[in-house]
């Protein structure tokens, strides 16, 4: 299976911190924000990853992740020359994924909880068709909702619904078989002109192939595209952090996790001492 990350856009929700940069570049608490997405990636067992940005954000990204290999993965990267929507990565990525399966990560989500890379690594293995992650809100008009019934099957889904017939919002975190790219050339333009992801979905859910699954209490999800949603993310980072003395979102750590690189190869990429890379050599240490 392979991975995209979609970092484009313009970020006109936490305008004007985003007029010179990507918001998937800006700090949540301690990291840039593309960390936080990458590692899930990475947690599934993704080694071959796809960044969608900007082309003004192309360099930064580079000097940031370069090709990946101080991480033990590869990584490459596509345009996006206009914000025409999430469905549209599987367009531009389309020679990327080639006959694979795929799994999507928006760039500004953040996704924390218990057995998360157990549950990330069953999601890439066990596949046919597309699974989401459902996950309680107070404020579903403002995602895409999804309707269960009484055996939580999914009944229906509806991008921002002024009614919304659940409170449950679909996270932006997807796997798909091969067949979402003949899903995607079929999506039309909504109504602000862009190719929506859960028309994609319903497209899954007709062929009775849309598998989803409810996140509990035991998880936190926090979509940082806001300026509220970027503070509550960092701060809700700091807090973990300093309380149970551990890092989210550190790819460093999950490559070493996951058998990617070795104690001794990561430890030579690491920059000068700070307060990250100390955590970094003390989880090193301690296994």
Known sequence: MKGIILAGGYGSRLYPV???????LLPVYDKPMIFYPLTLLMMAGIKDILIICMKRDLEAYKALLGNGLNLGIKISYEIQFKQNGVAEAFLIGENFIGNHNVALVLGDNLLFGDSLMSNLKKSKENH?????????????????????????????????????????????????DNKVIEFAKKVKPSINDELQITDINRMYLAKGELFAEKLGRGYAWLDAGTVDGLYNASTFVKSIQERQGIQIGCPEEISFRMGYLSKNEIIKNLSNSNQYSEYIRQILNEN
């Open 128 to 176: 046919r068709g597309a699974k989401v992650f459902a996950y309680r809100v107070k404020n579903p008009e403002y995602y895409g909702v999804i309707e269960f019934d009484k055996n939580d099957k999914v009944c229906s889904l509806v991008e921002k619904p002024k009614s919304p017939k659940s409170n449950f919002a679909v996270i932006g975190l997807y796997f798909y």
């Open 18 to 24: 985003t007029v010179s940069t990507s918001k998937q």
